[in-house]
Protein backbone atom coordinates (compact mmCIF):
# COMPACT_ATOMS: atom_id res chain seq x y z
CA UNK A 1 0.00 0.00 0.00
CA UNK A 2 1.50 3.40 -1.01
CA UNK A 3 2.19 6.29 1.70
CA UNK A 4 -1.27 8.24 0.05
CA UNK A 5 -3.48 5.09 0.25
CA UNK A 6 -2.62 4.63 3.60
CA UNK A 7 -2.97 8.43 4.37
CA UNK A 8 -6.73 7.95 2.62
CA UNK A 9 -7.32 5.07 4.50
CA UNK A 10 -6.16 6.41 7.85
CA UNK A 11 -8.55 9.34 7.23
CA UNK A 12 -11.07 7.14 6.36
CA UNK A 13 -11.19 5.49 9.68
CA UNK A 14 -10.98 8.59 11.81
CA UNK A 15 -13.93 9.86 9.89
CA UNK A 16 -15.74 6.95 10.60
CA UNK A 17 -14.64 6.81 14.18
CA UNK A 18 -16.22 9.74 14.47
CA UNK A 19 -18.73 8.50 13.24
CA UNK A 20 -19.65 5.96 15.54
CA UNK A 21 -19.01 8.07 18.16
CA UNK A 22 -21.76 10.07 17.28
CA UNK A 23 -23.77 7.26 16.84
CA UNK A 24 -23.51 5.31 19.89
CA UNK A 25 -23.12 8.87 22.18
CA UNK A 26 -24.55 11.96 20.78
CA UNK A 27 -28.01 10.51 19.13
CA UNK A 28 -31.38 11.19 20.87
CA UNK A 29 -32.35 8.57 22.88
CA UNK A 30 -35.55 7.19 24.46
CA UNK A 31 -34.72 8.72 27.88
CA UNK A 32 -33.25 11.73 27.51
CA UNK A 33 -33.84 14.35 30.01
CA UNK A 34 -35.10 11.07 32.94
CA UNK A 35 -33.16 11.34 36.15
CA UNK A 36 -31.91 8.40 37.31
CA UNK A 37 -29.13 7.14 39.60
CA UNK A 38 -25.53 5.19 37.54
CA UNK A 39 -26.67 1.47 39.32
CA UNK A 40 -31.04 2.49 38.29
CA UNK A 41 -29.71 3.85 35.02
CA UNK A 42 -27.73 0.70 34.39
CA UNK A 43 -30.23 -2.23 35.49
CA UNK A 44 -32.79 -0.24 33.05
CA UNK A 45 -30.46 -0.17 30.53
CA UNK A 46 -28.92 -3.22 30.74
CA UNK A 47 -30.32 -7.03 28.66
CA UNK A 48 -27.59 -9.93 29.44
CA UNK A 49 -29.88 -12.35 28.04
CA UNK A 50 -28.63 -13.61 25.03
CA UNK A 51 -31.53 -13.24 21.67
CA UNK A 52 -33.98 -11.52 24.32
CA UNK A 53 -33.88 -8.44 22.13
CA UNK A 54 -33.51 -10.17 19.09
CA UNK A 55 -36.39 -12.25 19.85
CA UNK A 56 -38.75 -9.04 20.87
CA UNK A 57 -37.94 -7.51 17.18
CA UNK A 58 -39.32 -10.82 15.79
CA UNK A 59 -42.39 -11.31 17.86
CA UNK A 60 -43.42 -7.58 17.71
CA UNK A 61 -43.04 -7.54 13.70
CA UNK A 62 -45.15 -11.32 13.57
CA UNK A 63 -47.52 -9.76 15.80
CA UNK A 64 -47.89 -6.28 13.34
CA UNK A 65 -46.92 -3.82 16.86
CA UNK A 66 -43.72 -2.79 15.26
CA UNK A 67 -43.01 -1.18 11.77
CA UNK A 68 -40.49 -3.40 9.64
CA UNK A 69 -38.23 0.09 9.61
CA UNK A 70 -37.79 -0.22 13.24
CA UNK A 71 -36.96 -3.73 13.65
CA UNK A 72 -34.57 -3.86 10.67
CA UNK A 73 -32.50 -0.53 11.47
CA UNK A 74 -32.02 -1.57 15.06
CA UNK A 75 -31.41 -5.18 13.83
CA UNK A 76 -29.18 -5.25 10.30
CA UNK A 77 -28.17 -1.59 11.75
CA UNK A 78 -26.34 -3.07 14.00
CA UNK A 79 -24.85 -5.62 12.14
CA UNK A 80 -24.01 -3.20 8.92
CA UNK A 81 -22.35 -0.24 10.87
CA UNK A 82 -19.48 -2.24 12.00
CA UNK A 83 -18.64 -4.08 8.55
CA UNK A 84 -15.86 -1.42 8.17
CA UNK A 85 -13.98 -1.85 11.02
CA UNK A 86 -13.46 -5.40 10.17
CA UNK A 87 -11.90 -3.70 7.18
CA UNK A 88 -10.42 -0.51 8.72
CA UNK A 89 -8.32 -2.95 11.15
CA UNK A 90 -6.68 -5.61 9.51
CA UNK A 91 -6.22 -2.77 6.76
CA UNK A 92 -4.60 -0.14 8.79
CA UNK A 93 -2.94 -3.03 11.98
CA UNK A 94 -0.82 -6.08 11.05
CA UNK A 95 -1.17 -7.62 13.82
CA UNK A 96 -4.87 -7.61 13.34
CA UNK A 97 -4.93 -9.26 9.74
CA UNK A 98 -5.80 -13.17 11.39
CA UNK A 99 -9.09 -13.82 12.75
CA UNK A 100 -8.16 -14.57 16.01
CA UNK A 101 -6.34 -11.33 16.96
CA UNK A 102 -8.74 -9.29 14.91
CA UNK A 103 -11.90 -10.93 17.05
CA UNK A 104 -10.07 -9.83 20.42
CA UNK A 105 -9.22 -6.80 19.58
CA UNK A 106 -12.63 -5.99 18.34
CA UNK A 107 -14.53 -7.74 21.07
CA UNK A 108 -12.34 -5.61 23.64
CA UNK A 109 -13.49 -2.17 21.67
CA UNK A 110 -16.98 -3.17 21.61
CA UNK A 111 -17.31 -3.78 25.24
CA UNK A 112 -15.62 -0.82 25.97
CA UNK A 113 -18.05 1.38 23.83
CA UNK A 114 -20.72 -0.67 25.36
CA UNK A 115 -19.75 -0.31 29.04
CA UNK A 116 -19.36 3.71 28.36
CA UNK A 117 -22.55 3.94 27.10
CA UNK A 118 -24.03 2.57 30.58
CA UNK A 119 -21.45 4.75 32.65
CA UNK A 120 -21.92 8.14 30.52
CA UNK A 121 -25.86 7.04 30.51
CA UNK A 122 -26.00 7.67 26.86
CA UNK A 123 -26.94 4.40 25.78
CA UNK A 124 -27.45 0.38 27.09
CA UNK A 125 -25.40 -2.64 27.30
CA UNK A 126 -27.33 -4.94 24.87
CA UNK A 127 -25.54 -8.43 24.38
CA UNK A 128 -27.69 -9.16 21.72
CA UNK A 129 -26.12 -5.59 20.14
CA UNK A 130 -22.76 -7.04 20.74
CA UNK A 131 -23.92 -10.07 19.27
CA UNK A 132 -25.00 -8.27 16.12
CA UNK A 133 -21.93 -5.74 16.16
CA UNK A 134 -19.24 -8.87 16.14
CA UNK A 135 -21.25 -10.32 14.05
CA UNK A 136 -20.64 -7.11 11.62
CA UNK A 137 -17.05 -6.60 12.14
CA UNK A 138 -16.41 -10.49 11.65
CA UNK A 139 -18.16 -10.34 7.78
CA UNK A 140 -16.22 -6.85 7.31
CA UNK A 141 -13.02 -8.54 8.32
CA UNK A 142 -14.37 -11.73 5.36
CA UNK A 143 -14.82 -8.77 3.09
CA UNK A 144 -11.76 -7.58 3.71
CA UNK A 145 -9.65 -10.95 2.56
CA UNK A 146 -11.26 -10.84 -0.59
CA UNK A 147 -9.40 -10.34 -3.83
CA UNK A 148 -11.30 -7.28 -4.79
CA UNK A 149 -10.71 -5.72 -1.50
CA UNK A 150 -7.29 -6.25 -1.79
CA UNK A 151 -7.02 -4.54 -5.06
CA UNK A 152 -9.01 -1.56 -3.77
CA UNK A 153 -6.73 -1.01 -0.95
CA UNK A 154 -3.69 -1.42 -2.92
CA UNK A 155 -2.29 -4.86 -1.50
CA UNK A 156 -1.43 -7.51 -3.17
CA UNK A 157 -1.96 -9.93 -0.91
CA UNK A 158 -3.56 -9.97 3.18
CA UNK A 159 -1.14 -12.14 4.70
Excluded: C
Amino acid sequence: MSKVQRIFLGLGFIGYLLFLVFYMFFQLRGSAGVSMTLVEYIQSHSNLVPFKTIENYITALEKGTMDTWTAVKNLLGNVLVFIPMGIFLPSLFRKLRRLSPFLLAFVLIILLAEVMQLLTQRGSFDIDDFILNVLGAWLGFKLWKTTLVQKWIGRGSYE
